[in-house]
């Protein structure tokens, strides 16, 4: 397996390569991310969420009390 490396940007959220670059469609690429500490933003933690909202109420939590 041969590679080249190739320097690009993120804009938009799209990786931006040089003009003179042209890949084949469905070519298999690999993406290296240098010093990502300097380059990265806040941690987010995304709540989950239910693909059928409706089964929302087979979640509700239940209080048993237990007594000794």
């Known amino acids: 397996?041969?590679?080249?490396?190739?320097?690009?940007?993120?804009k938009n959220g799209q990786i931006q390569l040089p003009a003179s670059v042209h890949l084949p469609e469905r070519a298999k690429v690999y993406v290296v991310i240098p010093d990502m500490t300097m380059t990265a933003g806040p941690l987010r933690i995304y709540s989950p969420r239910l693909i059928h909202p409706e089964q929302a109420s087979d979640f509700q939590m239940e209080v048993v009390e237990e007594h000794p």
Do not use: K, N
């Not at 397996?1 to 993120?10: F, H, L, P, R």
């Open 1 to 10: 397996m041969s590679a080249s490396t190739i320097e690009g940007y993120v």
